[in-house]
């Protein structure tokens, strides 16, 4: 904190004005978080995923057939929160795609997005048959995350099965710490926050640069 009112005072006299000194300061902090830490978002994923999905809509367009491309393009459609053209590229390519332990958990995710919850249950049941590990275990925080309103037993239970898979993950520990607290179990989510921390600084160096985001935020929230 010393450092950074430092760096304050020293970039208001420079530039002789406190408004862009905070400015500077805010944009320098952020160019840190994104080298090292990794916790605030990217300004310009965004546009690349706007243009990635323009890009693919009009191969998809032309070439039909191409279900790769169809369900990348899903996939980012789910991410932009698109539910109902997302189901309809993925239910075009569901005969290609009956062995996929992603492609059954990306239109269960769509379905339990659009308030199918059953249905979607269903599907991530099913890519969790074929592959338990699909996605290092999130369907099953998905699941979880549905259920903990109003079947808290049953959300625990998928937190469980996380837990599983989980273990040896900052990132995992944290998003199980978050589950515990959004079903008002305190303590297990202090547990698993603790859990992220003392995994990273067992880490090898090599691998502290991709864990320190889950770490940093399991400090933040215990």
């Not at 991410?79 to 062995?99: G, M, N």
């Not at 290092?136 to 937190?159: E, F, H, N």
Request: one cysteine or more.
């Amino acid at each position: 904190m010393f450092i950074k009112i430092a760096l304050f005072f020293i970039l208001a006299r420079l530039l002789g004005n406190p408004f862009l000194a905070i400015l500077v300061l805010l944009i320098i902090v952020y160019l840190l978080d994104r080298k090292f830490v990794g916790i605030f978002p990217s300004v310009t994923k965004p546009f690349k995923r706007m243009n990635r999905i323009s890009k693919l809509r009009a191969h998809v367009t032309m070439s039909p057939s191409d279900v790769s491309s169809k369900h990348e393009l899903a996939r980012l459609l789910i991410e932009r929160k698109k539910y109902p053209e997302a189901l309809r590229l993925l239910e075009s390519i569901e005969t290609q795609s009956e062995d996929s332990a992603e492609y059954w958990d990306d239109i269960g995710t769509v379905k339990l997005k659009l308030g199918r919850i059953q249905e979607g249950e269903q599907h991530i049941l099913r890519a969790l048959e074929l592959n338990p590990r699909v996605k290092y275990g999130r369907p099953y925080l998905r699941l979880a995350d549905i259920y903990k309103s109003t079947d808290q037993a049953k959300a625990v239970s998928y937190v469980q099965e996380f837990q599983q898979i989980q273990s040896s993950s900052c990132e995992g520990y944290y998003l199980l710490g978050m589950m515990y607290k959004s079903l008002g179990r305190t303590q297990e989510a202090k547990a698993a926050f603790q859990e992220s921390i003392d995994l990273y600084r067992a880490l090898p160096k090599y691998k502290k640069r991709q864990e320190r985001k889950w770490a940093v935020l399991s400090m933040l929230r215990k």
